[in-house]
């Protein structure tokens, strides 16, 4: 059992940044795919980010390319998401989740797959106002 735990949502104006962390208690992340995920009110779960905690890949959605950034922290046992240049259509409810088969190097329809995440954290607001 893998209990997460998403800190650092807030409301920040367009342009800005705000950081994520994702941390887990019950064990630690090794040998897990650790990702990102938002929802939207009226909106399906949408894949972010993603990291392979052993080998340190990383993979984002097109809509975060260059904006935001999985990094993960061996001592804290954290992941973190990054994310720069915020613009309103970022604003969501934002879910850390891991599964037990590490790789990111998946077919989309695997790795963007909510139901690919074994567990889930309970989530932390973004708000982004333009």
């Known amino acids: 059992q893998v209990q997460l735990v998403e800190s650092g949502g807030g409301l920040v104006q367009a342009g800005g940044s705000l950081r994520l962390s994702c941390a887990a208690s019950?064990?630690?992340?090794?040998?897990?795919?650790v990702g990102w995920f938002r929802q939207a009110p009226g909106k399906e779960r949408e894949f972010v980010s993603a990291?392979?905690?052993?080998?340190?890949?990383?993979y984002y959605a097109d809509s975060v390319k260059g904006r935001f950034t999985i990094s993960r922290d061996i001592d804290k046992n954290t992941v973190d998401l990054q994310m720069n240049s915020l613009k309103s259509e970022d604003t969501a409810v934002y879910y850390c989740?891991?599964?037990?088969?590490?790789?990111?190097?998946?077919?989309?329809?695997?790795?963007?797959?909510?139901?690919?995440?074994?567990?889930w954290g309970q989530g932390t607001q973004v708000t982004v106002s333009s």
């Open positions: 989740a891991v599964d037990r088969n590490g790789l990111v190097n998946l077919p989309k329809e695997v790795l963007h797959n909510p139901k690919e995440y074994e567990y």
């Open positions: 019950g064990r630690t992340f090794s040998s897990y795919r």
């Open positions: 990291i392979s905690w052993n080998s340190g890949i990383t």
